[in-house]
């Protein structure tokens, strides 16, 4: 039986599946949930410094099984409410991961400051989101602004830092390499890809918010593709965000050289049951392949690939 | 799935309260409930309060904003519809008291009515604030229902809150199954009224929802997700969410005394 455990950024953890930001991640009770289902840990829905209801309804819109658009608009209690859903998460045993936003560096690192003080086990920065006006890709967009964001915050708090980066730019990977040089102790990737869905009846877009972000099995090969180059230009940790449903999505990203992988949208389409099934998967699957451990799979793809090799032709 | 409809009817049911009838394919059976979206609006949860055929319907009440501006959609506006989504209700007990108070009767009508398809005898405990806004009264007499009613001014059946005589029922009826949907406070009351005689009970839960796909969180009840796990809960379901009948959560997320 292959070793499913995983090192990241100084935490162990018993499979490589992470439970993606902003899915069952409002309650602690939900955050328990994902544990109890198998999950290797689980990463908080986005908060902020005030509680936030989010963009109106609707806020979804689902393509059969192969993508989902979403604007949620960052709803959160804020962190203030925030320290019970963790401590009922941490009751439960999860490894927990408090994802944050903000709009500039100073309020990232006030944040940061006040989720470490719930016991969580690391930070990942939403420097990402889509379609949140003032946070995420509006603040995280440049190498400067990740940069910056995360300095600020690697200088506040003691824990792993992990900067989630956005793929809706010409080159993702430099936005990681600036994260590197800034401090953090890994990289995820990718947050939700901009998108958009009219309905021709009501000729309008089908979001209130209009733009949204795509994930699910649709945006596999986007992620696949970031995670790839940005391995060849930084030397800390990966985490692979985007469309995994199987073990073998989940295997691609560990060889494209990821050392976790995190899980959304497949829950939305799957149940939570979704991780117990990929953890076995997975295990099947490197025996099958005669590899010893999931991290024996990490960044085999890259094997005799040259620095040509890692960008599009 | 989604579709955007044609209102082919529109009733009004009570004088805050109106249904909508719109084709719409789906197989959907009682207890489910679909996102209605009215456009340039909101899109809010709603129970099929008309489960058969393609015909199906939303009955709506005034409870905030968009649900009072709902009241004036007219027949041949266009609106979104998608799911079935959720549970439903198992129509095959024998004997059957429901008790319904405010909107609730829209989850609850077409569930009586396969019920009543099946031959199972059916005893309503209907509530309101006054008697012009009982939900459902005619459409429950016209299945074969006995009803029994309650108002918070005595304009129709017992003066007080519906748990008085569904209370009473409980002590002297003899049923297989309690189905209840309302105000949470009422359903709490009736689950734990129907415990104290040893009946399971069906409870058609309400939370905020945004995705219906079990996904955001929004509806988070416990160990559940409304949207998925529910609508229609047991009272052994409802015993380990220790929220049920005391908070609930807001938009944000957070949680707030109901
Ligand atoms: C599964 C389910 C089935 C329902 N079935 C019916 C029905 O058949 N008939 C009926 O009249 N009502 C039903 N409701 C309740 C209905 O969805 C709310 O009354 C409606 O959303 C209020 O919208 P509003 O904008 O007018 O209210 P607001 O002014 O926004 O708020 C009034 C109240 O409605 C609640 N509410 C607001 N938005 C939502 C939302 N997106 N989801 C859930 N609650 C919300 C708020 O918590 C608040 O307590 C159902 C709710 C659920 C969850
Ligand atoms: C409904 C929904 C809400 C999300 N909320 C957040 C969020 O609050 N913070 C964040 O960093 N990413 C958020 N994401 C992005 C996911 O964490 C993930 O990066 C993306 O969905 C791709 O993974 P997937 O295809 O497995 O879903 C959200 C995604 C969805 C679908
Ligand atoms: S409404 Fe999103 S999880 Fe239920």
Redesign the interface.
């Known amino acids: 039986m292959a070793d499913l455990s995983v090192d990241l950024a100084g935490l162990r953890l018993r499979n490589p599946f992470l439970l993606a930001s ?6 602690g ?2 955050l328990a ?1 994902a544990h109890r289902a198998g999950a290797g840990g689980v990463v908080t ?1 986005s908060i902020g410094s005030v ?4 963009y ?7 393509y059969d099984g192969w993508g ?1 658009l ?1 604007a ?1 608009g960052l ?4 962190i203030d ?1 925030y320290p ?1 859903e963790i401590a009922a998460a941490r009751a439960a045993g999860a490894t927990v991961i408090g994802s944050i936003f903000g709009a500039d560096p100073g309020e990232f690192a006030d944040l940061a400051r006040k989720m470490a003080a719930t016991g969580v086990a690391a930070l990942e920065l939403n420097l990402s989101c889509p379609h949140a006006e003032g946070y995420g890709t509006e603040v995280g967009g440049t190498p400067a602004e990740v940069g910056a964001i995360v300095r600020e915050v690697v200088r506040a708090v003691r824990l792993p830092v992990i900067a989630k980066i956005t793929p809706n730019t010409s080159d993702p990977a430099a936005l990681a390499e600036a994260a590197e040089r800034a401090g953090a102790s890994a990289v995820s990737a990718i947050n939700t890809v901009r998108a958009l869905a009219i ?1 021709v ?2 000729a ?1 877009p ?1 979001l ?1 918010h209009g733009l949204g972000g795509l994930s699910g099995r649709a945006i596999k090969p986007v992620g696949l593709a970031c995670v790839y180059q940005i391995f060849s230009r930084i030397s800390i940790p990966l985490v692979g965000v985007g469309g995994i449903s199987t073990a073998e999505d989940a295997l691609e990203y560990l060889m494209a050289g990821a050392r976790a992988v995190e899980v ?2 497949a ?3 799957e ?1 939570i049951g979704v991780f117990g099934r990929l953890a076995s998967g997975l295990s099947v699957l490197l025996d099958e392949l005669g590899l010893g451990s999931a991290r024996e799979a990490v960044g085999l793809a890259h094997r005799g690939a040259g620095r040509g090799a890692a960008s599009p032709a | 799935m ?1 579709a ?1 409809v044609r209102v082919e009817e529109r009733v009004a049911e009570t004088p805050t309260t109106v249904t909508l009838r719109f084709r719409y394919e789906p197989d959907a059976s009682p207890g489910q409930f679909v ?1 209605v ?1 009215l ?2 609006d ?3 949860p709603m129970s099929l309060s008309y489960t058969r055929g393609t015909l199906k319907g939303v009955t709506i009440k005034a409870m905030g904003e968009t649900t009072r501006r709902s009241l004036g959609i007219a027949p041949g506006q ?1 609106i ?1 519809i ?1 799911g079935p989504y959720g549970n439903c209700f198992d129509p095959t007990p024998r004997r059957i008291l429901v008790v319904a108070g405010g909107s609730g009767s829209a989850v609850l009508a077409p569930a009586v009515e396969a019920a009543r398809a099946l031959g199972g005898e059916v005893t309503v405990a209907l509530g309101a604030t006054t008697a012009p806004e009982l939900l459902f009264r005619e459409r429950f007499e016209a299945m074969g229902a006995r009803l029994v009613l309650a108002t918070d001014d005595g304009s129709a059946g017992e003066k007080g809150f519906v748990t008085g005589p569904a209370e009473r029922l409980l002590r002297e009826g003899s049923f297989d199954a309690v189905w209840t949907c309302g105000p949470e406070v009422m359903m709490r009351k009736v689950v734990s009224a129907a415990g104290a005689v040893g009946l399971p009970v069906r409870c058609s839960v309400e939370r905020h929802m ?9 509806c ?1 009840l ?2 559940f ?1 409304v949207c ?1 796990d529910g609508p229609v809960f047991t009272d052994r379901q409802l015993a380990s969410a220790e929220d049920f009948g005391r908070f609930h ?7 707030r005394p109901l």
């Open positions: 902003g899915v069952w991640g409002e309650s009770e939900s949930g829905k509680g936030r209801p989010g109106p309804n609707p806020t979804i819109e689902s989902l979403n949620m709803p959160n209690p804020g409410e019970q309905d009846r009501l309008r089908v209130a959304g949208t829950v939305a389409f149940g | 989604r955007v996102m979206w456009p340039d909101d899109e809010l266009r979104g998608r945004k995705c219906a796909l079990g996904m955001c969180d929004a988070a416990g160990p997700h998925v959560r807001d938009a944000s997320g957070r949680r």
